[in-house]
C-alpha cells in the first residue's frame, strides 16, 4: 500500500481501543507496516485483520509495556517488517479517586503503566534506531492532565506530567544521536473513548456536557488526536522536536 508512510515501520502500544486503534488503521491506510499492541487479544486481533483486509501490513502482539522483555518480543516483531521508523507510545491507564482514597497500589498502577511503559518504550526504540542507524520519530500521548491539575486525578496527573518532562529530556538526547531522533508528546483534552466512558459513562448527555465545556463546542474524538500523532510522526514535523502539541479544543487556554 503506498501513501504517506510507505516504508515505514511504526508501533503503536494501547491500540486496541481508542485513540491507539485509530492511529495505528490510519497509519497503515498510508502505508506504514504498523505492530499494534495490548493486552485486549480479541481486539488486537481484529484490528491486525482489519488492516490486512484494507490491504495494509499489520500485526498484533500481546504486550505489557512494563516489561523489558516484553518490549524486546515487540521491537523483534517490528523489525520482521522493515528496520523501525517510528513508536506512538499511547497505552495508559486512568481512573478518578478522590487523594485520601487513592491507594499506594493505585498510584503505583499509573505510575508503572503510564510513565515506566513510556520509559521503556522510548528506551528500547533508541536502541533500535541506534542498530540500524535509522532516524525515528517518538510520540508520546500525555495528557491535558499532564499539563493541568485535575481533582480526583492525582495519581494520572503525576504520572502524565512525568511523561511530559520526561519527553523533553528524551527529545535533547534524541537530537544529539546521528542519525537524529525526534520525540513530542501529544496531550489530548476530554477524549470520547472507552477510557472516559468506563468511569463516567456512555451517556450523550454527558458527551453534550463536555462539548458545551469545550471552547470549540464539539466533544473530542479520537481521530483529531490521531491526526496530530501522524503529525508527529511523519516527516512532515521534521524541525519538531521536544514539544507539546495539546489537542482539547481550547479546554487548557479557558
Known sequence: MSGRFSGKTVIVTGATKGIGWEAAAR????????????RDEAAGEALAAQIENDGGRGAYIRHDVRSEADWARVIERAEAFGPLDGLVNNAGVFFVKPLEETTEADFDLAYQVNMEGTFLGVKAAFAAFARHRRPGSIVNVS?????LGYPGATAYCASKGAITGFTKAAAIE????????RVNSVHPGVIWTPMITSQFGDDQALADAFAAETPLRIIGRPEYVADA?????????????GTELTVDGGRGAD
Open 143 to 147: 495528557s491535558l492532565m499532564g499539563q
Open 174 to 181: 534524541g537530537a544529539a544521536m546521528d542519525p537524529k531522533v
Open 229 to 241: 500523532i501522524l503529525f508527529l510522526v511523519s516527516d512532515e514535523s521534521s524541525y519538531v522536536t
Open 27 to 38: 497509519l497503515a491506510a498510508q502505508g506504514a507496516a504498523v505492530v499494534a499492541t495490548g
